[in-house]
């Protein structure tokens, strides 16, 4: 799976600039803690500090706060997962392009079956943390739809992009950790 996925990436990278717009680069990392009198923007602050503390950075374009950060994960997470029947088509062909001498095509396709529950799971904890802060009153008055639709934002395209395109792109996709990470701090008893 990852090796045609790999390969794959590279074959996307190579063939010029996509049409699909993914939120999922994590932003580089800080030297040390910006200061808010530099005109640093509150999202640019919060990452920063993240940064200098260790912690993994905010993808680009999501929010900070942990209402709408756990938004941002669950639509980006449900935009993947919603792709799933679209793309299995092209990623079968492409894992059959590039077959792994060891493993059967039909093994190696049941591993993306197996991602797609494991991400059903994931997004089951997700909508637990937004539960959390919303039973706590921690929502920064932000709506759970707008949080999830910012997240969607991610899979911009996918319903124009081209399919082999699409589905390489679908295929190297993933979550940055800090998205579990807050999942498993706002509602740890969720696993």
Known sequence: MGFAALLSSLALLASGPSQ??????????????????????????????AVFNGEDPFPS???????????????????HLALY???????????????????????VMDGYRVQHLRGEKILASYERALDVLEG?????????????????????????????????TWMSWALPDRCQATAARLAPSGG
Do not use: N
């Open 136 to 168: 706590t009153g921690k929502t920064g008055g932000v709506d759970r739809a707008a949080a999830v639709a910012k997240g969607r934002e991610a899979w911009t395209g996918a319903d124009t992009a081209e399919p082999r395109q699409l589905a390489q």
């Open 61 to 79: 374009g999501a929010p900070t706060d942990d209402y709408g950060f756990m938004g941002w994960c669950y639509g980006a997470l449900a935009g």
């Open 20 to 49: 699909l717009t993914l939120a999922q680069a994590d932003a580089p990392p800080a030297q040390g803690p910006v200061s808010t009198t530099t005109g640093a923007t509150k999202d640019a602050q919060a990452d920063a500090d």
């Open 85 to 107: 029947d679209k793309v299995l088509p092209q990623v079968r062909r492409i894992e059959g392009e590039f077959p792994d001498a060891g493993t059967p095509l039909d093994k």
